[in-house]
């Protein structure tokens, strides 16, 4: 059955919210980016892009409508040339979904790309 456009954008909302807190909760300074893969390619509501100041740690961050549809996140991120990096992280949180992913000339890179998914898990 069809979900009503106010139902839809309050959900949107409250979802945009909770990635902005979760994400808020990360120790370190983030800058909002572009999502690469977009909401578009990813089949997604809404994403936002996140890059972890001055460390080369990148994410995005999808909103679905249930957490049965990252599944499909998944097989599209496996599909498309511009997430093919090297280590990626995935995570979901309600119909948050996380794809991260760092530069590899950081040490310390994977300890805070960790770091920001745990943020992210915070409050499921």
């Not at 983030?30 to 994403?47: F, H, N, Q, R, V």
Request: hydrophobic residues 35%.
């Amino acid at each position: 059955d069809k979900l009503n456009v106010n139902t839809m954008s309050d959900y949107l909302e409250h979802e945009k919210k909770k990635a902005e807190r979760l994400m808020k909760s990360f120790s370190k300074p983030l800058k909002e980016i572009k999502a690469t893969p977009s909401a578009g390619e990813m089949a997604a509501l809404y994403a936002v892009g996140y890059e972890v100041t001055g460390e080369e740690v990148f994410c995005a961050i999808y909103i679905y409508e249930n957490q049965q549809q990252h599944e499909t996140a998944l097989k599209l991120l496996k599909s498309n040339p511009a997430a093919q990096k090297e280590n990626i992280i995935t995570s979901s949180n309600g119909g948050l979904f996380f794809w991260g992913y760092h530069k590899t000339g950081n040490p310390g890179a994977k300890y805070i790309l960790n770091d920001l998914v745990s943020a992210f898990s915070g409050e499921e």
